[in-house]
């Protein structure tokens, strides 16, 4: 289970408020994920990055932005943009590159809930 | 486009007998297929995998067989335990390390 952190693991925001969500991992891995969990929609992806300094969008980006500064970390800004942001948002890595073996890690997850 | 279709969403056996979660994928050039377990509260954990020159693979009481050709793929689980229920995803790769989750399948081990 080590490897990959997130924070805080319980957040509570006001509507009109943007927050940053916390994801570090210490596998070396190339590949940095964010995904959205709500009840019966399964994990669906918001963004990821392959390699420092680029990131791409995944199906539900909008209201969602990310940066990939350093190869360690990959945090999540939920703005407030984002129409319906209470949710499970579990952040995950993996070796990348498009290596043929390529087992996601996930961090234990964050829950923000807007008030 | 790209997507993994999951069935059924939710799943009943009773202890000791077998259950079979199987997915479907969009995209033929997808080569890797995990599945994960999350129990309640936790994080998804990678439980067996599968590439693409594997027609099956056996990891104790949990399988995964992978039909290219029908791009279907399923898990199967021997002598349910009450410890194997928890929600399970499939997922397959796509390019750019991209992985698309199915939706998940609830597993209840009945006593």
């Known amino acids: 289970d080590g490897g990959i952190t997130q924070s805080p693991k319980y957040l509570f925001r006001k509507e009109g408020q943007n927050v940053t969500l916390s994801c570090e991992q210490n596998?070396?891995?190339?590949?940095m994920y964010w995904y959205r969990q709500d009840p019966g929609q399964g994990l669906r992806l918001i963004y990821y990055?392959?390699?420092?300094?680029?990131?791409q969008k995944g199906d539900i980006a909008e209201g969602y932005s990310v940066s990939r500064e350093k190869k360690e970390s990959f945090p999540l800004t939920v703005t407030s943009a984002q129409k319906n942001p209470t949710a499970f948002y579990l952040c995950a890595s993996s070796r990348g590159r498009e290596r043929s073996y390529n087992e996601q890690f996930f961090g234990p997850g964050t829950r923000l809930t807007v008030l | 486009g790209e997507n993994v279709e999951q069935h059924p969403s939710t799943l009943s056996v009773q202890e000791g007998d077998s259950a079979v979660i199987k997915c479907t994928y969009s995209?033929?050039?997808?080569?890797?297929f995990p599945w994960y377990k999350q129990e309640l509260g936790k994080r998804p954990q990678l439980i067996i995998d599968?590439?693409?020159?594997?027609g099956e693979k056996k990891d104790q009481r949990i399988a995964v067989t992978l039909n290219k050709t029908a791009k279907h793929f399923s898990l199967h689980i021997t002598e349910t335990q009450p410890e194997d229920s928890a929600v399970y995803f499939c997922a397959a790769s796509y390019r750019d390390d991209k992985i698309i989750f199915g939706k998940g399948t609830r597993l209840h081990i009945l006593p």
């Open positions: 990055s392959q390699i420092v300094n680029d990131f």
């Open positions: 599968i590439r693409s020159n594997v």
């Open positions: 995209d033929s050039a997808s080569n890797y």
């Open positions: 596998l070396n891995h190339d590949a």
